[in-house]
């Protein structure tokens, strides 16, 4: 199938290169879709209780949005839950459109309970699986829906047309208020309680109670190709995926093609999607997928069940389609199987990276500690040895503002909302994956922004610490596609690591899943104006403060800068 595939591959990846570094677009080039997303709380039983939990238009998981490439949409969210909203929508690069990103009190502040705003983006050279979800405290654990983008009209997939797609949204399900979890972690400064199930769309399927009349059925035919579009759509564990006897050959991810190849497990991070072929060559019966955790935190507590669908036969015999056979997964410590998988990955033809790099990053990543302040007592210092949990970037650890979002005191000049010092570089060197002096689990809070000159070619070296505990990040990027151009073990060396560097076919990525104790190199072209969001996808972590924003200044003329925001914008 690789093969077959590849032949496909090089005009229509070119066609979308040409595209995509093109800034010029036409917000008339396609269809103009326009929904409207009610928020509110809706009865939900898993696990033999109901909860009232929070959806879109009563659906769990949320409405599938399907476009084209070029298309617009018009979302009008409408909040009637008890909670500030927003929506994000996870990887659209959001030319010129910020406004309409979504993270809380980054480009937009929240939606308030019966108030709405409407979300106007266009999308522009872009083709896969991608999602969207709340972003906004622990709300995505139930807020959260695939948006799919298929070629423009006329053009057609760089792999034969698959006989039928399926949406696979991998979640995490607690038997408690999300909210709530989060809100207790936040008051006792310990890490927060655990998920007690894994879904695929929505249901846990037939290993938890109470569960089995509910499973998710993707039925096929025998000998037809299926297109599975997976999304990690968990809040705070990297997942392993598999379907029992039947191999995946991968053609995308992050709303980018892929060269094509094969395998048993994928492994994706919260926010990464992956589009897979599974061609139905098996024996007439069922066949359960799976998903389980990847734990690469040693010695923490994490949801160790797994969550099943079935891939069911049409013409299975009544006997067979009973017993489905249950896939091989990973140990949930398999970094080995990770790393091999995620060294798959490959552009389906040579790119332009970003070269001449006017701006060379290093950016830490991972946990810390804070000491318990003298006006708390000890039950708010639940952490490690009577501390707190925090995280940082480069020693700082993001706090957001409150009465404004960056993006409107950026754009009106408002003072005292941020500051632009975000240090490129770690203030103290260290021996980053090593045993690290307690001195620096402290680190510092702050609301600082790293400022980019619009066009500037930009590098991050992205490493992990062994502060409290070294832990594979997923780290995402606002706004921005990028090459992940290496990755690697240890401290990054850039006298003898450049020479990894594949500056030929890297993948292309909006998520990047930096190895535990270990680092990855991006690279990108500040061409998108705005204020932009680079964190941690493990909810707990943004938490905690594992965050920064870029700030992308406007080039010459209109459209190469940000306009102002729409006239329904949200207030603080």
Known sequence: ????????????????????????????????QSHQFVIRATPVKRLCKT????????????????????????????????????????????????WADGPEFVTQCPIRPGGSYTYRFTIQGQEGTLWWHAHSSWLRATVYGALIIRPRLGQSYPFPKPDRETPIL??????????????????????????????????????????????????????????????????????????????????????????????????????????????????PASYYMAARAYQSFQNAAFDNTTTTAILEYKSAKKGNALNPIMPSLPAYNDTNTVTAFTRSFRSPRKVQVPTDIDESLFFTVGLGLNNCPPNFNKTSCQGPNGTRFTASMNNVSFVLPRNFSLLQAHQQGIPGVFTTDFPGSPPVKFDYTGNVSRSLYQPI????????????????????????????????????????????????????????????????????????????????????????????????????????????????GELQSLPPPPPDFPVC
């Not at 038997?175 to 972690?185: K, L, R």
């Not at 894994?198 to 009349?213: E, F, H, K």
């Not at 076919?505 to 998520?511: E, G, K, Y």
Request: some cysteine.
């Open 170 to 283: 991998l979640g995490e399900w607690w038997d408690a208020n999300p909210i709530d979890v989060m809100m207790e972690a936040t008051r006792t400064g310990a890490a927060p309680n655990v998920s007690d199930a894994y879904t695929i769309n929505s249901q846990p399927g037939d290993l938890y109670n109470c569960s089995t009349q509910d499973t998710t059925i993707v039925t096929v035919d025998s000998g037809e190709t299926n297109l599975l579009r997976v999304i990690n759509a968990a809040l705070n564990q990297p997942l392993f995926f598999a379907v029992a006897n039947h191999k995946l050959t991968v053609v995308g991810a992050d709303a980018s093609y892929t060269r094509p190849f094969t395998t048993s497990v994928l492994m994706l991070g919260p926010g990464q999607t992956t589009d897979v072929l599974i061609k139905a060559d098996q024996s």
């Open 51 to 98: 909860h009232n939990s929070i959806t879109v238009n009563g659906m769990f998981p949320g409405p599938t949005l399907e476009v084209r490439n070029g298309d617009s949409l018009q979302v009008q969210v409408v909040n009637k839950a008890r909670y500030n909203v927003t929506i994000h929508w996870h990887g659209v690069r959001q030319m010129r459109s910020g």
């Open 1 to 32: 199938m690789e093969m077959e595939i590849l032949k496909n591959f090089s005009t229509i990846s070119l066609a979308l290169f040409l595209f995509t570094s093109s800034a010029l677009f036409s917000l008339t080039s396609g269809e103009i």
């Open 445 to 556: 809070t702050g609301t600082k922004l790293y400022k980019l000159k619009f066009g500037s070619r930009v590098q991050v070296v992205i490493q992990d610490t062994s502060i409290v505990g070294p832990e594979s990040h997923p780290i995402h990027l606002h706004g921005y596609d990028f090459y992940i151009i290496a990755e690697g073990f240890g401290n990054f060396d850039p006298k003898k690591d450049t020479s990894r560097f594949n500056l030929v076919d890297p993948p292309l990525r909006n998520t990047v899943s930096v190895p535990s104790n270990g680092w990855a190199v991006i690279r990108f072209v500040a061409d998108n104006p705005g204020v932009w969001l680079m964190h941690c996808h493990l909810d707990v972590h943004i938490n905690w403060g594992l965050a920064m924003s870029f700030l992308v200044e406007n080039g010459v």
